[in-house]
């Protein structure tokens, strides 16, 4: 199974930027599907992002234009930059591989809190 470690998460104002890390404990390149989702409070976790092995990305219309998945293969990572953030992208973000296949893996989330 599949490792994932995020980091990056904290408090910041809004408007204000972050920038989160998902590092997995394989080659990306071999995961078809690395996704973003959050959960807030008393919420059902949502899809936010996610980028296919193949380079396309995919967002939230919530998040589109102000949140950019991206990758760095060589250190088998995935990111969120997440810029104006608002008060309702307050949230558990977590990070996943394959999250719609029954082989999927969950990271242990990181906080993101966002205050106005």
């Known amino acids: 199974q599949v490792q994932l470690v995020e980091s990056g998460g904290g408090l910041v104002q809004a408007g204000g930027s972050l920038r989160l890390s998902c590092v997995a404990s394989?080659?990306?390149?071999?995961?078809?599907?690395m996704a973003w989702y959050r959960q807030a409070p008393g919420k059902q976790r949502k899809w936010v992002a996610d980028?296919?092995?193949?380079?396309?990305?995919n967002y939230a219309d919530s998040v589109k234009g102000r949140f950019t998945i991206s990758r760095d293969a060589a250190k088998n990572t995935v990111f969120l930059q997440m810029n104006n953030l608002k008060s309702e992208d307050t949230a558990v973000y977590y990070c996943?591989?394959?999250?719609?296949?029954?082989?999927?893996?969950w990271g242990q989330g990181t906080q993101v809190t966002v205050s106005s």
């Open positions: 394989v080659s990306i390149f071999s995961i078809n599907v």
């Open positions: 996943a591989s394959n999250p719609l296949s029954v082989q999927r893996s």
């Open positions: 980028i296919t092995s193949g380079g396309n990305m």
